[in-house]
């Protein structure tokens, strides 16, 4: 039977990226692209369906920010499908990021320049908002919206005699300081986006908890730093094709960071890759870095992640206690 894989933004970047490849290894997959914006969606399906004219390439209307909007895209996969074998959680945001020059060019001249590369802290920040559902957006959008939808489409993930995959583009921007349990929406703090991918690495490990006995596997990976729309956000003043005229400048620091991979298909290596992998042989705390050599090969890097059981725990029993806040808020309105 035909793999049914699901793609959160998949209309552009490292998730087109991800479906081209998925449909260049095999055509016979049943791939569904979950995507806010129609209009782009239409578009990407039509270059997936230019170069694989025979694939099975469906769309599904889903901005993950919005709770009803994730909960009727839930409906709707239920009622078209009776199985999911891969769920990538890939859709996510980085808005308003804030480039502090300074501390750019004081990590070039420090022993810290090789982290200041691969994870990017110290030297973003970014000013976060609230949704229409009173939720802080890069929660919502990054977590929330993502959580929400696991926990509907349980049925079609959780198939007795069956496994299935949900495989997250979390970040090597993650880190710990930036997480705060009290406040996991990270409504107080300047790092949102660090936050949710930190919060993305617990889920997943809680997920594993609880759901691995029902067939469902769990995976984080980081597709490295990759030019994208997302990341020409970050700095908005600077024309693409000054981006361009930096890639030699790039492609040097790869020789030292191989988390350069730099275009969506190398970062989408490690989505790929754990497609292909026995889902009960992979290491539920470890993230699976994309990584490219200086001389352009692409290889997978695990690392351990900096993760506890406790904390992830702590992390799931909150989302589910917002989930049934956030349901009970629902049906009032809906009353
Ligand atoms: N680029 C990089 O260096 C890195 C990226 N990542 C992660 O990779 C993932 C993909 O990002 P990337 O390809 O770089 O950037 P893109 O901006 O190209 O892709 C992001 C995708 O997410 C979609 N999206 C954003 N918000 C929503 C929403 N509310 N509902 C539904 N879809 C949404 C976008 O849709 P739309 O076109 O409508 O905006 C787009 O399809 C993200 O999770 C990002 O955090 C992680 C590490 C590094
Ligand atoms: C203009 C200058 C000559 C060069 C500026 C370089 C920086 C803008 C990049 C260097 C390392 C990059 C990086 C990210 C963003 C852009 C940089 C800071 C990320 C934080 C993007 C999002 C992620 O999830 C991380 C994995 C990236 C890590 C590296």
Not at 186 to 197: A, C, I, M
Not at 232 to 255: D, E, H
Not at 290 to 308: A, H, V, W
Request: charged share 15%; glycine share 6%.
């Amino acid at each position: 039977m035909n793999k049914v894989v699901l793609v959160t933004g998949a209309n552009s970047g490292i998730g087109l990226a991800l479906c081209e490849r998925l449909l260049q290894d095999t055509e016979s997959l049943q791939l569904c692209l979950a995507c806010r914006n129609m209009q782009r969606a239409q578009a990407a399906r039509s270059a997936l369906l230019t170069s694989h004219p025979s694939a099975q390439v469906a769309l599904l209307q889903m901005d993950t920010s919005s709770i009803s909007s994730v909960l009727a895209a839930a409906q709707e996969v239920k009622l078209r499908y009776n199985r999911l074998d891969c769920l990538y959680l890939n859709a996510g945001i980085m808005p308003n990021p804030q480039f502090d020059v300074n501390a750019f060019f004081k990590g070039l001249f420090s022993s810290g320049i090789i982290t200041m590369f691969t994870t990017g802290q110290g030297i973003l920040t970014q000013k976060d908002c609230v949704t229409a559902d009173s939720l802080q957006e890069v929660f919502a959008t990054n977590l929330f919206g993502h959580f929400l939808l696991i926990r509907e489409l349980e049925p079609v993930l959780c198939d007795a005699g069956h496994t299935s995959q949900l495989i997250w583009t979390s970040s090597s921007n993650a880190h710990r300081p930036a997480f705060n349990l009290e406040d996991m929406q990270h409504q107080r703090g300047t790092q949102p986006y660090s936050s949710s991918k930190y919060a993305s690495d617990l889920l997943s490990l809680a997920l594993n908890t609880h759901h691995n006995k029902q067939g469902l596997y769990s995976s984080v990976i980081c597709p490295g730093f990759v030019m994208t729309n997302m990341t020409y956000g970050i700095l908005p003043s600077f024309p693409a094709f000054l981006w361009t005229l930096l890639m030699p400048v790039f492609w040097l620091i790869r020789m030292f960071c191989n988390n350069f991979t730099l275009n969506p298909y190398n970062g989408s290596e490690a989505l790929f890759w754990l497609f292909k992998q026995k889902p009960e042989s992979l290491d539920p705390q470890a993230k699976y870095h994309s990584s490219t050599s200086g001389l352009g090969n692409n290889y997978i890097q695990p690392r351990k992640m900096d993760i506890d059981l406790e904390t992830s725990e702590a992390l799931y029993e909150q989302l589910l206690h917002l989930e049934s806040e956030v349901r009970k808020k629902l049906k009032g309105k809906q009353k």
